[in-house]
T-cell receptor
């Protein structure tokens, strides 16, 4: 079975500062990894995904994430955040060939002016 | 706008009421999903439909009854709910149940009183 851990429930950061949101997963088989963002308008939107190939994945809105198989991590980063990045961020994992996305509990990113 | 539309956006219902949530997608996808998002908990997959056939039911109580009349529409019928069922219910779709990326609707905020 897979599981996803987002250690930080809340991350406050000043505008234009860098940010890293941590995600660790556990799985005994190969997986795909995702980061979703949930704005106050509450639908989930895909930020980026890792399926295979380069371990550094670039997504929308200037976000990127790096897949580290040895550390079973998929941390999300942005070099300079904006006020509009304030939202809830969810890491998710799916076993390749399966249909069940497992989500973490989310990290609330608050960008402070 | 992700192409997945949910109605209503907000619903307040009594424990003896019967109501239905509706989800519609015009993306040509064949798989549709219901997720429950409660405060401080990971998103929980409730049901999966692939080509109108239910392929997964994650031990959801029978007071939740899904219906998938065609690949574009998914309903969640609710009856005799409990206050702890109050949550955001998210619908998602994907090309098929083995495709990696799911597109989410904006959700229905359900309050059971």
């Amino acid at each position: 079975a897979q599981s996803v851990t987002q250690l930080d429930s809340q991350v406050p950061v000043f505008e234009e500062a860098p940010v890293e949101l941590r995600c660790n997963y556990s799985s005994s088989v190969s997986v795909y990894l995702f980061w979703y963002v949930q704005y106050p308008n509450p639908g989930l939107q895909l930020l980026l995904k890792y399926l295979s190939g380069s371990t550094l994945v670039k997504g929308i809105n200037g976000f990127e994430a790096e897949f580290n198989k040895s550390q079973t991590s998929f941390h999300l980063r942005k070099p300079s955040v904006h006020i509009s990045d304030t939202a809830e961020y969810f890491c998710a994992v799916i076993q390749t060939g399966a249909n069940n996305l497992f989500f973490g509990t989310g990290t609330r990113l608050t960008v402070i002016p | 706008e992700t192409g997945v539309t949910q109605t209503p956006r907000h619903l307040v219902m009594g424990m003896t009421n019967k109501k239905s949530l509706k989800c519609e997608q015009h993306l040509g996808h064949n798989a549709m999903y219901w997720y429950k998002q409660s405060a401080k908990k990971p998103l929980e997959l409730m049901f999966v439909y692939n080509f109108k056939e239910q392929t997964e039911n994650n031990s959801v109580p029978s007071r939740f009854s899904p219906e998938c009349p065609n690949s574009s529409h998914l309903f969640l019928h609710l009856h005799t709910l409990q206050p702890e069922d109050s949550a955001l219910y998210l619908c998602a779709s994907s090309q098929d149940e083995e495709t990696e990326e799911a597109f989410f609707g904006q959700g229905t905020r359900l309050t059971v009183v």
